[in-house]
Structures are given as C-alpha cells and as structure tokens.
C-alpha cells in the first residue's frame, strides 16, 4: 500500500526566505504526486500536481516541487516565502492505475508559520 | 464555477447522538469522496462512490458510520452513536473520472464530539 510521511511538522520561516517541505512517498511504480494547502477554516486547495513527465512541476503562487524516483521524494519549494503562505501543506500520492484513480493517501502535514 | 458545498459547517454533539452530514459535489463530477481529518492530522479516506455505487468503503466504520449516494449527485455521511473519538473535520470531494483528471475539495464540517 502506499504511504507518504512529511517529517516536518512544522516550520518556521521569515518572510522573504526561501522555503523547502520535505515529502517522501512509498509506493511500487511510478506514483501520481500532489501538494494541497490548507488555510484555516478552508477546504484543502491544489498548489501543484506531478504526473508522469518532468520531474519538476510548476504550482500557483510561486511554488514548485522536484520528483525523484531514486529517493522516493517529492519536496516542495518556494524562493520567496510570504506572509499569506502561512498555512498548512499536504503532501499527497495517488495509485497510478494507467490514469489517476482520485483516491488519495495524503501525509501527516507540515505547518508552516512566516515571521517578519 | 461553484465548488463543491458541504453542510452543515460545524456540529457539536454528546456521546450517543446522531448526525448527517450533507455534500454537494461540482456539477458534472461522476466521483465523490469522503475523508475524515482528525485534529493535526491529514485527511483520510473514508468512502467514495462513482455515480451511485460506492466503489470502496473499507476505511469506513461500518457499525456505526454510513453514506449514501442515491441519485449520483449529492451525499450523505451518517454517524450513529457518535464517540468522542469521531471528533474530526469531514472533508467531501469530487472528481470526473478521466486520465490525469482533478480533485476538489469543500471546505468540510468540523465535528466536535462531548
């Protein structure tokens, strides 16, 4: 069965720094990947999805993830971190079943807190 | 585009008592899904259905949880007896089955167990 563990639980950053959360995933094949945030009293939101293809995959609002197959990670990163980036970040994979099944098994979460 | 609509927003209920929870998946989405989010953890599969049928409901408590999807649009989460341990927020999504296809979530009821 596949896993994900984020083993930060939570960050702390400045405003204006970068910003790296690490994900590593477990799964036989070639996985779909996901990052989701979550602000508060809100629904889980996509920043940026990885299938099959280039390793690095652009999101929304300046993010960006990296896959590696060799590691079994997908880390997540943003070069100028700011202060309405202070939320909660779900790493999340999903059974590649020659398409994606939309059944996902998501991390344990990392909360991110921006400090001026 | 509305999103998809869950209700109510929050409950508080004591041990023993009953409740329903209630989603309105994006207009078009085949797929609905059900999690379950305990405080500071990530969500977890409960249930989920394509069209009427649930394809798989192995992670839901079947002695006491339920849900339906009758018409293969809106559904209905049930917890009878609820324990303190349900104590969660209910996430709904929705999804069109489809290569590389997108899932969206609502914003979930916060369930507080006394």
């Known amino acids: 069965a596949q896993s994900v563990t984020q083993p930060d639980a939570r960050v702390t950053v400045s405003e204006g720094a970068s910003l790296q959360l690490r994900c590593k995933y477990s799964?036989?094949?070639?996985?779909?990947l996901f990052w989701y945030v979550q602000y508060p009293r809100q629904g889980l939101q996509l920043l940026l999805k990885y299938y099959p293809g280039d390793p690095v995959v652009q999101g929304v609002n300046g993010f960006e993830a990296e896959f590696s197959k060799s590691n079994s990670s997908f880390h997540l990163r943003k070069a100028s971190v700011h202060w309405s980036d202070w939320a909660v970040y779900f790493c999340?994979?999903?059974?590649?079943?020659?398409?994606?099944?939309?059944?996902?098994?998501f991390g344990e979460g990392t909360q991110v807190t921006v400090i001026s | 585009e509305a999103g998809v609509t869950q209700s109510p927003r929050y409950a508080v209920l004591q041990e023993g008592q009953a409740v329903s929870f209630w989603c309105d998946p994006i207009s078009g989405h085949d797929t609905l899904y059900w999690y379950q989010q305990p405080r500071d953890q990530g969500p977890q599969l409960l249930v989920y259905?394509?069209?009427?049928?649930?394809?798989?409901n192995s992670q839901l408590p079947s002695d006491r949880f339920s849900a339906v999807r009758p018409k293969g649009t809106n559904s209905t989460l049930k917890i009878q007896s609820a324990k303190q341990g349900d104590t969660a927020t209910y996430l709904c999504?929705?999804?069109?089955?489809?290569?590389?296809?997108?899932?969206?979530f609502g914003k979930g009821t916060r369930l507080t167990v006394v």
């Open positions: 999504a929705s999804s069109f089955q489809g290569r590389n296809t997108e899932v969206f």
């Open positions: 999340a994979v999903s059974m590649n079943t020659g398409g994606l099944s939309g059944k996902l098994t």
């Open positions: 259905f394509r069209d009427e049928a649930v394809i798989d």
């Open positions: 799964y036989f094949g070639t996985p779909y």
